[in-house]
């Protein structure tokens, strides 16, 4: 295996440039597609990315080429875009980049291959170094943040792409499959059905020698989000949801907590009675009782205020997935974003007084409840004016302590519902499933581990919050950042 050092110069060579479009052309009646008004709540340019890695030596990757595999991916992605034509669309925007529509004008997605002369090992390998969210960006085709890819968006006509895939062959034999989607058609669970058809349709395309057609591919898409929660027109709604995207002085560490761990810690918050709480609630618990205890930290050193209250003061923004919520519930097949903020009420404990996981793991219950049947009922149809303030009310009122008294939001998403494991493409499942965080102050991501329910958390924090962060003796019990 090569040294870190050698390991830390990995470079990622692009050998091909394609657009790939769907097999059939999208329907005239289709080509301008409707959005929610939770769709207009994110940026017009903040793509969802994900990345799949494939080991050679757990998969049977060996008995094809990599010729055979990409063109093999390129064919099912073909087919597949024709049930998910929104992804081969381009993102309209008015003069103030204010998102206006999706033009499904069948532009295609970009497909980029790329070789790496170092093994998947060597990669792995770095998995705790600072550097390594530098490592794994090379394995997307542009950047999800900063779109810095005008070479990407001059193949279209206007607008800005939905959609890129990356295909990378290691000198192991091994082989990476990223994806970014426009989070204005996206969430996360868009982005597990759609690599479940995908990966199904791929099967399917080679059990029937490369033929196109055959079986698999899953349920076509559902646009159920434009009618459900009618777009707000009237309002300046685009990227309220965003942050400071590609923020200065912050640091992505990524965490495991194993199933044992998790197990542990449920254990000690919950007592006898391990069903009282779940893992989303107990690790979003332990992670925010660790985030501002280092806020505190770093604030208070160097002759720090006597104590008073507020010195932990913060709140708490669980993203929920609302498609089981709704009554009755939406399709699983349901794309765009179907989601909703959960924000908690200020918390603030006084400096003296020890942060307890079990109360705040009681705040993230009781916050992420409040987005229920009844809640969202009132979100619904052309005449929810009511709730739909309500929410925007709940949402600016964070905003402004966040903005204004300097309060930090912690902002919680967790896919460890989600299978992206089951993404079997025709050569067994992915050896890791990475996501990278996100540029953002105070932002984590939850995502499942390969095995068992262990707990894969992506955090992003201010650098000098990380530092205090990433020691914690209480923390460290559970986490390993060097798993």
């Given amino acids: 295996m090569a040294g870190k050092e050698e390991v830390a110069i990995l470079k990622a060579e692009i050998v091909s440039k394609t657009i790939v479009k769907q097999s059939s052309p999208t329907p005239s009646h289709l080509r301008h597609l409707k959005l929610s008004f939770i769709d207009q709540l994110v940026p017009p340019s903040f793509c969802i990315p994900i990345l799949l890695f494939y080991s050679a030596s757990e998969s049977n990757l060996h008995d094809f080429n ?3 595999i ?10 597949i875009l024709t049930l998910y034509y929104p992804f081969c669309g381009t993102i309209i925007v008015n003069d103030i980049n204010h998102i206006s529509y999706v033009d499904c004008n069948d ?21 705790n170094l600072p550097q390594f ?5 090379q394995f997307l085709p542009f950047d999800p943040y900063t779109r810095e890819y005008d070479d990407v968006v001059s193949e279209c006509d206007r607008g800005v792409v939905m959609m890129g895939v990356q295909v990378s062959e290691f000198a192991c034999g091994s082989v990476a499959v990223g994806a970014c989607i426009s989070h204005v058609v996206c969430d996360g669970a868009t982005m597990v ?28 898409m559902k646009m159920e989000g434009p009618e459900k929660f009618p777009a707000r027109s009237e309002l300046e709604l685009s990227g309220i949801i965003g942050g400071q995207i590609g923020e200065r002085n912050i640091v992505t560490r990524r965490m495991v907590l194993s199933e044992r761990s998790v197990s542990e810690l449920r254990e000690g918050v919950c007592g006898g009675d391990e069903n009282k709480y779940t893992r989303v609630e107990v690790v979003t ?29 913060s709140i708490m923004l669980h993203a929920v997935n609302i498609r089981r919520r709704m009554v009755p519930p939406l399709s699983e097949n349901a794309i765009g974003n179907l989601w909703q903020p959960a924000v908690s009420p200020l918390v603030e404990i006084e400096r003296s007084k020890a942060i307890e996981v079990k109360d705040l793991a009681q705040v993230v219950r009781e916050t992420i409840r409040k987005i229920d049947g009844d809640y969202l009922r009132k979100l619904e149809g052309e005449d929810s004016e009511l709730g739909f ?14 903005a204004e008294k300097g309060i930090p939001c912690y902002s919680f998403n967790s896919w460890l519902r989600f299978e992206f494991y089951e993404a079997q493409f025709g050569w067994g499942k992915p050896t890791w499933v990475c996501f990278l965080g996100v540029p953002t102050r105070n932002v984590i991501f939850l995502l499942p581990t390969k095995c068992g329910d262990g707990v894969e958390a992506w955090v992003t924090l201010n650098n000098l919050h990380m530092a205090q962060f990433e020691k914690n003796p209480y923390l460290l019990r559970f986490a390993s950042f060097d798993p």
């Fill in 285 to 313: 618990a332990l992670i925010w009782k660790t985030a501002m205890e280092a806020k505190a930290t770093v604030e208070g050193a160097g002759g720090a205020p006597p104590a008073a209250p507020g010195d932990y003061a």
């Fill in 107 to 127: 532009n295609g997605v970009v497909y980029q291959e790329a070789r790496i002369s170092s093994t998947l090992s060597d990669l792995l390998a770095t998995r």
């Fill in 193 to 220: 059905s759609f690599l479940g058809a995908w990966s199904e349709k791929a099967r399917a395309t080679m059990m029937a020698g490369g033929e196109c057609g055959g079986g698999g591919g899953g349920a076509p």
């Fill in 389 to 402: 303030y309500e929410m925007l009310k709940s949402f600016s009122e964070a905003l402004f302590l966040v």
């Fill in 66 to 68: 990599f010729t055979q």
């Fill in 133 to 137: 969210r530098d490592q794994i960006m």
């Fill in 70 to 79: 990409s063109e093999n991916l390129k064919s099912s992605l073909s087919q």
